[in-house]
């Protein structure tokens, strides 16, 4: 979308037409989105929270200064509004023991190539705690000290969810390799195919013992 | 540490630029159109839209009765075009008497004619200047061809025939000058409708396709009342349908959909209507049709209305009957005579493409899965349908409930 189409849609919003909003709202829908995907466990609460972030820029669009990209005030609203849904929902946030994940060994994470979804869908597994850190910390870029004001939360709690949603998404990636290297050389099949075979014959064993007592 | 920053970077990498990434979706925009809309008015039609499909509803069974019952004008309209023949003589007689006296009702009348018939009449009352007996020629009738299009003035008609003779006699030379006004006064009339062709050019609706767009999928519960009857709905029987239509949304505002209704449709004819190879000692009087079919329609709607939870469309499609069980039932007017008193088919045949379909539909989401419909629809014959080869025709309203596939899927 070129600059002047953006500043004409923005001016329609701020007269309140709704054509304009709905092409903004089309335009920038996937960027929005996708900010809200990574904080939602799942899209409907995604697309929620993305129609309250963009509610503040509807009802606040001459707070914007032309002046500034606009991507980057929405992406700062979608992302604030995020944590106030978060904020909202804290209760049912928290805990999940990480005894397993602990000792997860730091193999090589640098050329991996997963896809978009998959990240996404591993990011979304996360408590909600954590996973608003980790998108704070490792995507947004705020320090642990900002984190901790913006959640009320102090520096050290930020620090260690994020350590911990760091251990479980290893872990996931993990997992997720392992589950490729299964399919890759077909180790997995082979296994798996003893076992079904095998509780299949103690079945057929068990029955056939029945019937002869 | 450096792991750590490596593991942040693939997701930092993978996930900050998502453009396109997540498909656009109409329901979010419906819930973010609602938001905005919290605290104003919502706009009226909203409160009017069930009642509007009710209204729709009542018309098309209204125009369905309206539109099929016997044609009992049609049979009315040689009798009395046989009347006019008997009138035409007078007419020619009036034609002349009138013209000369009150000259207003007989030009028009004329007008109303063809322009030819000026001619005869002027020559008719020239003739009769010279000769009375005119009054019989034949040319005269030619005229009267086109005054029997206008059936009303025959009151007249009789009144003025009293005093026929005496407006004759003293209205002879006065003839010409009346009809060569009325020759000027047909040139104006511009009788045909003219065509209007600016008017079209006006509401061009620009449609625009954006390339993000997913087909949407939705399955649906009918149920439905009809009323079914042969050629009218005069003598229609109250019948029961439930089916499972399956919709894909193909454009923007076109659906298609398709799927199978078990209908249960008995009706009720008279004999004429009943096509048989069987020969009857004697003819029943009327035949009670029970039939079972399934209903496999292909129908295409376009969607006039859409906002938020509410939609109206309407649509068109074309359905086939696999007859399952017909069973006829014969009624003789008195109980003494003898004759078959049912058939059972026993083969129940296929017929592909038998039936139109019209439908108006308006739907309401319940929430983003689920939504309730109210659909009046008209089934009219392409073809004769059923053992008895009638013209079967339907009119009725189903409800419905849908479930929309696509938000089960997560893009």
């Given at each position: 979308m070129g600059e002047e189409e953006l500043h004409q849609l923005i001016g329609g919003c701020l007269k309140q037409d709704r054509k304009c909003q709905k092409m903004l709202y089309k335009a920038f829908y996937g960027f929005s989105m996708g900010i809200c995907l990574r904080y939602a466990g799942n899209r409907d609460e995604a697309a929620e929270v993305m129609n309250q972030g963009f509610f503040k820029v509807f009802t606040k669009i001459e707070s914007y200064d032309y002046g500034k990209p606009f991507k980057a005030w929405l992406g700062k609203i979608m992302v604030n509004t995020s944590i106030d849904y978060y904020r909202s929902n804290l209760k049912m946030a928290y805990a999940e023991d990480l005894e397993k994940a602990e000792h997860i060994s730091d193999g090589d994470m640098a050329d991996r190539n997963l896809r978009y979804e998959d990240l996404l869908a591993m990011v979304q597994q996360l408590p909600q705690a954590y996973r608003t850190v980790f998108n704070l910390f490792?995507?947004?870029?705020?320090?642990h000290e900002e984190i901790g004001e913006l959640l009320h939360i102090n520096a050290g709690t930020s620090k260690s969810n994020l350590h911990k949603a760091r251990q479980k998404l290893k872990q996931m990636i993990f997992e997720a390799d392992a589950m490729a290297d299964k399919r890759k050389y077909n180790g997995g099949m082979d296994f798996n195919s003893i076992v079904a075979f095998n509780g299949i014959d103690m079945n057929g064993f068990l029955f056939n013992k029945n019937t002869w007592e | 540490m450096e792991k750590d920053k490596d593991l942040d970077n693939i997701f930092k990498g993978g996930l900050e630029n998502p453009d396109g990434h997540p498909a656009y979706r109409e329901d979010d925009w419906d819930a973010m159109e609602a938001m905005l809309d919290k605290g104003k008015k919502r706009p009226g039609i909203i409160y009017w839209l069930p009642v509007l499909s009710g209204v729709a509803a009542l018309l098309l069974v209204f125009f369905g009765l309206w539109f099929f019952r016997p044609d009992v004008i049609h049979h009315q309209k040689p009798q009395q075009t046989a009347a006019n023949d008997q009138k035409a003589k007078h007419d020619s007689q009036y034609q002349l008497q009138k013209n000369p006296g009150k000259s207003g009702g007989s030009i028009q009348r004329q007008v109303v004619g063809k322009q030819d018939t000026t001619s005869p009449a002027n020559f008719a009352n020239n003739a009769t200047n010279t000769n009375y007996r005119s009054k019989n020629k034949p040319t005269l009738t030619t005229s009267a061809d086109g005054v029997r299009r206008d059936t009303t003035g025959y009151n007249q008609i009789a009144k003025n025939r009293q005093t026929s003779s005496n407006l004759v006699a003293f209205s002879q030379s006065a003839v010409i000058a009346p009809v060569t006004l009325s020759d000027k006064s047909i040139s104006p009339v511009n009788v045909l409708p003219q065509p209007n062709?600016?008017?079209?050019?006006?509401n061009r609706i620009k449609v625009k396709t954006s390339a993000a767009y997913r087909p949407q999928y939705a399955l649906s519960v009918l149920a439905s009342s009809d009323l079914n009857g042969v050629n009218s709905l005069q003598q229609s029987k109250v019948g029961t349908n439930v089916g499972l239509l399956f919709s894909a949304g193909v454009f923007k505002k076109f659906t298609i959909s398709t799927g199978a209704t078990y209908s249960a449709k008995p009706y009720m004819t008279d004999f004429a209507e009943y096509h048989t190879d069987y020969q009857f000692q004697t003819n029943p009087v009327s035949v009670q049709a029970n039939c079972r079919m399934l209903d496999i329609p292909l129908n295409i709607d376009y969607q006039l209305y859409h906002k938020r939870r509410n939609k109206f469309s309407i649509g068109t499609g074309v359905s086939s009957y696999l007859m399952l069980h017909e069973n006829y039932d014969f009624n003789y007017g008195s109980a003494t005579t003898t004759g078959p008193a049912y058939y059972n088919v026993p083969h129940p045949d296929k017929y592909f493409f038998s039936i139109l379909n019209l439908q108006a539909t308006y739907e309401r989401q319940i929430n983003s899965k689920v939504g309730i419909s109210m659909q009046p629809y008209m089934k009219l014959p392409l073809s004769n349908v059923g053992a008895s080869q009638v013209r079967l025709q339907t009119t009725g309203v189903a409800v419905g409930l849908t479930w929309n596939l696509n938000s089960l899927t997560k893009p």
């Open positions: 490792a995507i947004e870029g705020y320090t | 062709y600016g008017a079209s050019s006006v």
